[in-house]
């Protein structure tokens, strides 16, 4: 890796252990904590990227998987690499395909690599550790992934053991195949939920040595308890001058808990799947646009919001455009929850400055869960004595 | 009317009959001949407001169908009217709703009004010229048009004479149940393919005075030389200092033959539904961008076009967009289109300024042809000897 082109500066840490920083990629720095909106085909799925731009986004995530099938690395380096092709001049990052391969039923995993059947398509595909960097390579993102196996949860040991070993193998593999230095290969621990093991993953990937380290295998269906326990006993091994990123995460709660854990990048489709079904994030919780309570509703989605829908559409405008499937719904839904979420992670990132990073979670989250225990009181309503 | 609202100036004339002229109204001014493009519902199908602003805009079209049946007409009125409900604050048209009304089965007309069942939903709803009007009022928008009978083709002269009878006694109420001087109130005429009964219809919409008229029952399946003649013997007897509109018109070849017929205002669903599908228009003829042909094309769908598509993204791009059903795709399509209908009209409004319309129209036609007939050529090759 060229160290000119990346380098990752820790500016800062709050009381609690949450961390400030900015990476720098050959596209632009990125100010850590971060949310990495989601474009899985190269594409945001409502919004342009100048839309996305507006929202605030510092760097987004597309998907090593999906483009290899449609329309394929060879066409999109043909075309001048994944930034051009899709119209972003920004940071970008690309999962390795390791999550969605995994997830697959019909698969065949052996020591070099996997095969398995595109869902779209059919076609017989095998991925190795090679080709998933090569693809890499070749899509151009600043930021790469290494191909690991994402353990189901729940897993036993024994799996997770040698599952894992595989995985460290296969790190070294992908960081021997890495040939572009304008893109940062991160390493992925896996682990499960196994202290013994995810300390054993991440000294072997410190070993190695990545420019970023990411945490794989949560966000997987094992609830945030078992998430602040492996963040709490993994991230102290990590090295505190490199970049750390926990993949899939999440809703704002789950933000918070891995922020104060130290983790500086995360991902998810969260804000654009949930604006497509008419779920919306606020500061007094999350609403759902589309129910009736909303039709003559004259405010903005979030009265402190100031994103182009909260500053021109009024809740029943939007409730109008659900009740008449109109795309411009889905669009103005998804640049209020990515910009709800960016906005949160610059609130974040100034709590962590004057280091109060506790104390705004703690206001954020009362007011946060004020409207769904509020709802949730409404539907069930207290038994009769 | 308010004669400070609203004012139609005649720019100019090409030798060819084709005008230029400017149209002001409260919420600025259009210069014409103008395509109008269509948000149905108060949205654009596919685009924020931001970015049909963009395209070069200048006045949309909405409809009254549509918006009483959802969101209703009391509730646009009560959250500030048509312009602040959808974020648009450049001029407006809406329609009266009798092209819906009349294309609909199972409704029942008399010479008071018609009722009809909302297809969506199904509720029964009774339509006259003053409820016509009345919504239109509440709705707001800056240009109102006359409840009319859209005659269908084919019909008889026996058919379109009592039609055109109960249309004219229409337009009459409609004048007088009219309340806001911030709004036009056009005429539309009608009389189907009929000379005499275009005649009596557009001297009778002259006596009773507007501030702009229409004609109605065309782009109904009669296709380019009906229209053609029509015009041809209709728009003479139009006042010069009146704005024409023509609705529901259409292709660029319909253009050309309305512009040249002393034509200033169109409006049509084609370049937002045509986008959706994945046609595209270009300057060398209409495209399907998710054909094979464009699956590895680098270049942009259109090089003389400066829209954001075009500017941005190659019909690789576009082509992996609408394999992948993103959404993006018909956001991406639906700018570039709206953009080349409006670009086109600026083009036209400039060879009329210079007087070179007719060959304007040639130019474009030669070319914008030029692929059509290549591609029929192909798809049909000659039989041999």
Same mark, same amino acid.
């Given at each position: 890796m060229n160290q000119n082109r990346f380098s990752f500066s820790l500016l800062g840490k709050d009381s609690?252990?949450? !961390? +400030?920083? +900015?990476?720098?990629?050959p596209h632009g720095s990125v100010e850590t904590p971060i949310f990495m909106p989601v474009g899985t085909a190269a594409a945001m799925k409502a919004m342009t990227m100048v839309q996305l731009k507006e929202t605030g986004a510092q760097i987004m995530l597309s998907n090593t998987y999906h483009l290899q099938n449609q329309p394929g690395a060879d066409l999109v380096e043909k075309l001048g690499g994944l930034h051009k092709f899709m119209g972003w001049d920004g940071? $970008? =990052?690309? /999962?390795? &395909? &390791?999550?969605?391969?995994?997830? *697959?039923p019909g698969k065949t995993v052996d020591d070099d690599g996997v095969t398995f059947r595109y869902q779209k398509g059919g076609e017989p595909f095998r991925l190795t550790p090679e080709e998933s960097v090569r693809i890499q390579n070749q899509l151009g993102a600043d930021i790469i992934m290494a191909f690991d196996e994402c353990v189901e949860f729940p897993t036993t040991h024994e799996y997770a053991k040698n599952s894992l070993k595989r995985t460290l193998s296969?790190?070294? %593999?992908?960081?021997?195949? #890495?040939? +572009?230095? /304008?893109?940062?290969l991160f390493g992925i621990s896996q682990g499960a939920l196994f202290e013994d093991l995810r300390k054993e993953s991440v000294q072997a990937l410190v070993d190695i040595d990545f420019p970023g380290y990411a945490l794989g295998g949560l966000s997987v269906g094992e609830g945030i308890d078992n998430m602040k326990r492996v963040l709490d006993f993994t991230t102290p091994w990590l090295p505190e001058d490199k970049p750390r990123y926990v993949m899939g995460i999440g809703l704002p709660e789950d933000i918070f808990v891995a922020v104060e854990r130290g983790v500086d990048m995360m991902d998810c489709i969260i804000p654009t799947k949930y604006a497509r079904s008419a779920t919306l994030f606020t500061n007094v919780g999350k609403l759902r646009i589309s129910n009736r309570e909303f039709r003559n509703d004259k405010f903005p989605v979030d009265t402190n919001c100031q994103c182009y829908t909260c500053r021109t559409f009024s809740r029943a405008y939007l409730n109008? *455009?659900?009740?008449g499937n109109e795309i411009l719904g889905s669009i *103005?839904?998804? @640049? #209020?929850? $990515?910009?709800?979420? =960016? /906005? *949160?992670? %610059? !609130? @974040? %990132?100034?709590s962590i400055e004057e280091n109060r990073f506790a104390s705004f979670r703690d206001d954020f989250m009362t007011l946060y869960n004020r409207r769904d225990k509020r709802q949730k009181g409404r539907r069930k309503p207290k038994k009769k004595g």
């Open positions: 609690s252990g949450a !961390r +400030r920083g +900015r990476f720098q990629t940071p $970008v =990052l690309t /999962d390795s &395909g &390791g999550f969605q391969v995994f997830s *697959l296969w790190a070294a %593999r992908c960081k021997k195949a #890495h040939t +572009r230095e /304008d893109q940062a109008h *455009l659900f009740a *103005l839904t998804s @640049i #209020h929850n $990515v910009h709800f979420y =960016l /906005d *949160l992670m %610059r !609130r @974040i %990132r100034e």
